[in-house]
């Protein structure tokens, strides 16, 4: 159904792109390329709007939901390390 009608089209090393029906999104993420084991940060707050021509429909906090859900979910199923809004001491611990 639409509920669940998200995936995550591509993972770049400083954004996810993710589909929700007709409209994407680019999610802001950043992976640390000089430390391998460190964890791929995502960027709840960088959800903001739709790319075009769907700039201008509303994005609702239920979307963002839905957006970090397909992220959670195709990064646990590519068995990636994740941290969606990473903490300061998270960061101070790499």
């Known amino acids: 159904g639409l509920m669940t009608d ?3 089209t591509r993972v770049t090393p400083s954004n996810v792109t993710v589909r929700v029906g007709s409209r994407i999104v680019e999610v802001s993420g950043d992976a640390i390329i000089d430390k391998p084991m460190a964890p791929y940060f995502v960027y709840s707050n960088s959800i903001t709007a ?3 021509p769907h700039e201008h429909d509303p994005l609702s906090e239920h979307d963002k939901e839905v957006v970090l859900q397909a992220i959670r979910d195709h990064l646990d199923r590519k068995g990636f390390y994740y941290i969606i809004d ?3 001491e998270q960061y101070r611990t790499l």
């Open 86 to 88: 990473p903490t300061d």
């Open 50 to 52: 739709w790319n075009p």
């Open 6 to 8: 998200a995936e995550v």
